[in-house]
């Protein structure tokens, strides 16, 4: 669990690392908000693409193999964007990064729920970790693109990839079931309705993260704000921390939706009067987190509760994510033409409305599972 525990922290570093620094990259190279929101798109569309097809052929030979190729491909990525300067190379890295988020997502829930008792309370903490590492990664990137340079990020990144390549290659392998054939794995017949409302209502948390997290705060910070790079990686940082926390109180919590319901609730208006805060704008990026960590903590539950029965785990998790990043795909793809013709703002309110559906589906849902 412990070199799988460290994946999870290289994984998540190496992805808060790129997200803060790569719209402002894309902005020091004059490419458009607009491109930028299409560039960022091209994660979900390669996730679409090849996740479910990873997952089905994990559940066959285990997740030894793909935690290996995602080293390799972090590598990649990382390289490609440390000598990128067009549109064309940034979606060539982030296509390749795509693909390292697949191989890790494909086959990490089926990794920690091998070894667990309690799934969704294993996979919320996971998720806590996750959160300390993706704020790690964000004062790492934001200060070293404010002090040096975006490209020495990048080139550290690559020495990331480096290093899951060797944990992988030391883990032992898990999740195989070498006994079936490919076309076993899908048990399409066998997703029930329940299957397909809880894909759609965790589509809904995606979509609004993506909107919010990945796009709308280092632009609106760079561009409404005028904050410098260290400023907003310690931002995001605040907001990871708050997630993380918010994360495990929902475990301590017990993963209980009526208690955390009111928490999630709170979370809406404050996305919704954030561009307006002025000096509160740091205080309340961190309050959201907390409040999006309880979020995520249901959103592991779900998956846990939903897949309790299937033998195929990486692939139905697969499955049920592909609304997700389908959602995700448009969501991002939007966002920049949202940001020009409606201005941030709008895309505030559209992450709190968001968020909002995801609520209200996913306590409707477990309490069908609950009876």
Avoid at 139 to 164: D, K, N, P, Q
């Amino acid at each position: 669990m412990r070199k799988l525990t460290a994946i999870n922290f290289i994984h998540q570093f190496f992805w808060a690392a790129i997200v803060i620094t790569l719209p402002l990259y894309l902005i020091e190279k004059d490419i458009s908000v607009e491109e930028i929101g299409l560039i960022l798109s091209l994660i979900p569309l390669t996730m679409v693409v090849f996740r479910t097809v990873l997952a089905m052929v994990s559940d066959i030979i285990g997740t030894k193999l793909f935690f290996i190729i995602q080293g390799v491909f972090q590598l990649l990525s990382a390289g490609i964007y440390a000598v990128a300067s067009t549109p064309l190379h940034f979606s060539i890295g982030k296509t390749f990064e795509g693909t390292s988020y697949s191989l890790f997502w494909a086959v990490d829930r089926t990794a920690i729920f091998s070894t667990a008792k309690k799934k969704g309370a294993a996979a919320a903490r996971m998720t806590s970790i996750r959160m300390v590492a993706g704020a790690a990664g964000l004062l790492f990137g934001g200060y070293i693109a404010y002090a040096y340079s975006f490209e020495m990020v990048y080139h550290i990144l690559i020495g990331l990839g480096l290093v899951t390549l060797i944990l992988a290659i030391i883990r032992h392998n898990a999740g195989a079931h070498k006994e079936e054939k490919l076309s076993q794995t899908l048990e399409l017949g066998k997703k029930h309705a329940l299957f397909w409302e809880a894909s759609i209502a965790m589509a809904f948390a995606v979509a609004a993260n993506v909107l919010f997290l990945n796009f709308l705060i280092p632009v609106f910070m760079d561009l409404s704000l005028n904050a410098d790079y260290a400023v907003i990686g310690l931002t995001m940082a605040l907001y990871f921390i708050g997630t993380g926390i918010g994360a495990y109180a929902s475990v301590w919590l017990g993963l209980v939706e009526r208690k955390l319901l009111i928490y999630q609730l709170l979370t809406l208006p404050l996305i919704i009067i954030l561009p307006f805060s002025g000096p509160f704008f740091i205080p309340l990026i961190f309050i959201i987190g907390a409040g999006t960590g309880m979020i995520w903590g249901i959103y592991e539950e779900l998956i846990a509760e939903v897949t309790r029965e299937d033998t195929n785990l990486s692939t139905s998790i697969a499955l049920l994510h592909i609304p997700v990043k389908i959602f995700e795909f448009t969501a991002l793809a939007a966002a920049g033409f949202i940001f020009v013709l409606l201005g941030s703002e709008a895309l505030f309110i559209l992450s709190a409305v968001l968020l909002l559906a995801y609520i209200v589906l996913s306590d409707r849902v477990l309490k069908k599972i609950s009876g």
